[in-house]
T-cell receptor, first 109, second 115 residues
Framework: KQEVTQIPAALSVPEGENLVLNCSFT??????LQWFRQDPGKGLTSLLL?????REQTSGRLNASLDKSSGRSTLYIAASQPGDSATYLC????????FGTGTKLQVIP | DTEVTQTPKHLVMGMTNKKSLKCEQH?????MYWYKQKAKKPPELMFV???????INESVPSRFSPECPNSSLLNLHLHALQPEDSALYLC??????????????FGAGSRLTVL
């Protein structure tokens, strides 16, 4: 069974900290890796997309990397803000689209 | 237009009611999806339409009936639901036909409560 695991499951940090969210998949074969954020009771907002031929993507304070050989992706958030508080989901695209287990982030003012 | 629009945002229904959820996109995407999400869990795939044809049904009970009238519109018809069907229902779309390489665009979701 193809699984996508996110560590940690929950994270609470003070405002201003840099942080890293991890995503790992049991099968290193991949077409693409998407990172989404989800606010409580809301839909998913796409943050970054990394194609299998790419190593990383950046958008503002966000940087996502992809290491296919180890089956891992990381989402780096610089200078965290309370507005970053949300659940972050990674999604692996291969034969099927597989969602990660999610990391719930709380940034404390 | 880069959005997936879902209506209604909230729906409360009894177990004997018939209701529908609607999803619309005007990005020219040819694959459309229904996902179900329970609290604190990732979304679970229910159905995929590719070029207006049902491509995937993840063994969803028949009380959920999807419909894709055209390439821009996706409906989910609900009948005789159970309280455990209460969840956030998410619609998504992607370019081209369905494949594992699809890049998904999600709507804001419809919160369903079954009494």
């Amino acid at each position: 069974k193809q699984e996508v695991t996110q560590i940690p499951a929950a994270l609470s940090v003070p405002e201003g900290e840099n942080l890293v969210l991890n995503c790992s998949f049991t099968d290193s074969a991949i077409y693409n890796l998407q990172w989404f954020r989800q606010d409580p009771g809301k839909g998913l907002t796409s943050l970054l997309l990394i194609q299998s031929s790419q190593r990383e993507q950046t958008s503002g304070r966000l940087n996502a990397s992809l290491d296919k050989s180890s089956g891992r992706s990381t989402l780096y958030i610089a200078a965290s803000q309370p507005g970053d508080s949300a659940t972050y989901l990674c999604v692996r695209g291969y034969q099927k689209v597989t969602f990660g287990t999610g990391t719930k982030l709380q940034v404390i003012p | 237009d880069t959005e997936v629009t879902q209506t209604p945002k909230h729906l409360v229904m009894g177990m004997t009611n018939k209701k529908s959820l609607k999803c619309e996109q005007h990005m020219g995407h040819r694959a459309m999806y229904w996902y179900k999400q329970k609290a604190k869990k990732p979304p679970e795939l229910m159905f995929v339409y590719s070029y207006e044809k049902l491509s995937i049904n993840e063994s969803v009970p028949s009380r959920f009936s999807p419909e894709c009238p055209n390439s821009s519109l996706l409906n989910l018809h609900l009948h005789a639901l159970q309280p455990e069907d209460s969840a956030l229902y998410l619609c998504a779309s992607s370019q081209g036909g369905f494949s594992g390489a699809n890049v998904l665009t999600f709507g804001a979701g419809s919160r369903l409560t079954v009494l």
